[in-house]
């Protein structure tokens, strides 16, 4: 039986989008006033406290329709549990979880937001709420990458080469596979800042854009594993320095064809966090996988990848972080916390 919710508000702040305008349009990102939802099945009702901002977030607000209903965006999540569904069994009312969500459902830019309870873990303790709110959606991706796509393990050798080293995945790539395996970690970083970041995430090596002739030094006889988050124009470079039999797992689109690959027949994996909660929602699989992050984290082995902290959770600050990570400059996680307090509660 679900429990009881109506000490809540009616209605709460979230914050809508419309899509092909510029992100300086006002009308982007606009604050809204929703009804309060209620948690059914294995939903939770979590009191949002903190977001993060990621590229499917600048990427869907692009596609988002120009009239009609505001999307909900938001694919990174920390807060509070203040509801149950009738099926829920893995949380209680006033645990703190963190959680990415689904593409497919209302985002996380609401002051409460049902989700799926397969897809949450418990927040680390260590962490603040901004600190937190950089880690699922990349924890999750990065996790998915080695562990189930490649499938590496703690007993794991050989080389890996990551491309987009110093973003919010990349940056999670590098902390896992020197934690939790022991391969050598080639990183590709081109600015200065970036270079000092990837170097600060654990990584062995750092390597330049143009990354053919180092990766080549580095690794003769070809790298075993590539990690990428800028694939277009980048398969020609791939295939030039990973093994034969080696094994590449992306996260964005090729831009053109992968035949380079073929001569060496490597093996090619996609990875989208969104496909296990949308076409399984009973695989509880990313729940398993952020309660072990969390642990990681309090344990000392994983940080957080938050660069930047806005303030406050409001249609303007929004704005702020999209522009910030559709310039493709970013480093880490941009995370924005806190409700303005005219916005709470409502009714």
Known sequence: MANDTSSLPDRMPAIGARGRRPVSDSESLTDLSLPVPTPTGRDLLVEVEGVSINPVDVKVRAG???SGAHRILGYDAVGVVVGLGDQATRFAVGDRVFYAGQIDRPGTNSRYHLVNENIVGHAPRSLSTAEAAALPLTAITAWEALFDKLGLDGRSEGTLLVIGAAGGVGSLIIQFAKALTKLTVIAVASRPESVEWVE??????????DFVDEVSAIAPSGVDYVFTSFTPGNVRAIADVIRPRGEVVSIDETGGSIDALKGKSVTWHWELMFTRPVTDPADHYQ???????????DEGVIRTTMTEHLTPLDAATMRRAHEIVEASQTIGKVVVTDWPEEAHPLS
């Open 64 to 66: 988002s329709p120009t």
């Open 200 to 209: 600060r995430m654990g990584a062995d090596h750092v390597v330049g854009r």
């Open 287 to 297: 729940h398993e996988l952020l309660e072990q992050v969390a642990e990681l984290v």
